[in-house]
Nanobody, 123 residues
């Protein structure tokens, strides 16, 4: 499995950004997809995840971020609205084959990880 993330950049506080992650190498539909982020000096943290059975969000992004997937394009998206400087981090796309469709918030549960894309929010 290969994951290719893109869409990061510099955005002002209050603005929006959309991240994309293209999946290849296996059957996309059976994989749980998620976004994690890691800010300098901090632990990697769960942001949002999605399966055929629904989605899950960290409390810190609920109501601001939306995760979605396009199974025809093998792509998962993270729409980030009303961003603030605390959202500054490297965002990582991860995946796990999960027939149950359960979305885990643990970074150790996922099988595959793509390279990160940097999001910087200026105040």
């Amino acid at each position: 499995v290969q994951l290719q993330a893109s869409g990061g950049g510099l955005v002002q506080a209050g603005g929006s950004l959309r991240l994309s992650c293209v999946f290849s190498g296996r059957t996309f539909n059976s994989y749980v997809m998620a976004w994690f982020r890691q800010a300098p000096g901090k632990e990697r943290e769960f942001v949002a995840g999605i399966s055929w059975n629904g989605g899950n969000y960290a409390d810190s992004v609920k109501g601001r971020f939306t995760i979605s997937r396009d199974n025809a394009k093998n792509t998962v998206y993270l729409q980030m609205n009303s961003v603030n400087p605390e959202d500054t981090a490297v965002y990582l796309c991860v995946a796990k084959n999960s027939p149950t469709g359960v979305v885990s918030t643990s970074r150790w549960w996922y099988q595959y990880r793509g390279q990160g894309t940097l999001v910087t929010v200026s105040s």
